[in-house]
């Protein structure tokens, strides 16, 4: 099975430019996710989606950040205008959610994340 | 607010010692707690534990849950080199809250 895919590993920006990520989740994984991991702290999740519709965007910024996943599969994450403090690991992982009682939808697949940095 | 907390944030140890990670948490719908494996990549699945006192273990790495006491260990055994990493500990219902890890540093 192939893995979650994301892009670029890497990326140096200065504050105030604007960034794009990709995610290509594994197929047939209905479930998204996009999380922030800040050096020193664990994941904080941004959004998650279920198929194309949002389901939990609580903690995403939403005047800078912005998410879609079109088609229910992959997705994108957008900073603009990026600040100092975005500078972070995107994580991207889903999951195979096969109702809300089943404790395995919790086991999360991670891609190798996307390293932002911004000066 | 669902809170996990883990500790020791980091911890240096040799070659062959054993070790044990903690993590505590306060969920407000358990559902279940995941540890995972994080080297300069992607967090890797080691253990999901949803009942208490059920051991899980894969090899050198066990793990158990009390959710009477809302915390769960994660043990080590003759650590090796290629278990430094950082161990991440997530709990609650969809989605997942994650603590901040435990750094661990295995030494030659």
């Known amino acids: 099975e192939a893995g979650v895919a994301q892009s670029p590993r890497y990326k140096i920006i200065e504050k105030r430019q604007s960034v794009a990520f990709w995610c290509n989740p594994i197929?047939?994984?209905?479930?998204l996710y996009w999380y922030q991991q800040i050096l020193g702290q664990g994941p904080k999740l941004l959004i998650q989606f279920q198929n194309n519709g949002v389901v939990d965007d609580s903690q995403l910024p939403k005047d800078r950040f912005s998410a879609e996943r079109l088609k229910g599969v992959d997705s994108t994450l957008k900073i603009q205008p990026a600040k100092l403090e975005d500078s972070a690991v995107y994580l991207c992982a889903s999951s195979s959610q096969r109702g809300t009682g089943y404790a395995g939808a919790n086991v999360l697949t991670f891609g190798a994340g996307s390293r932002l940095t911004v000066l | 607010e669902d809170k996990v907390v883990q500790s020791p944030l980091s911890l240096v140890v040799h070659e062959g010692d054993t070790v044990t990670l903690n993590c505590s948490y306060e969920?407000?719908?358990?559902?279940?707690l995941l540890w995972y494996k994080q080297e300069k990549k992607a967090p890797t699945f080691l253990f999901m534990l949803?009942?208490?006192?059920i051991e899980k273990k894969s090899g050198r790495l066990s793990s158990i849950l009390d959710k009477k006491e809302l915390f769960s260990i994660l043990n080590i055994t003759a650590t090796q080199t290629g278990d430094s990493a950082i161990y991440l500990c997530?709990?609650?219902?969809?989605?997942?809250?994650f603590g901040k890890g435990t750094r661990l540093s295995v030494i030659a």
């Open positions: 949803t009942s208490s006192g």
């Open positions: 969920v407000t719908n358990f559902r279940s």
């Open positions: 197929s047939g994984h209905a479930t």
């Open positions: 997530a709990s609650g219902n969809t989605p997942l809250v």
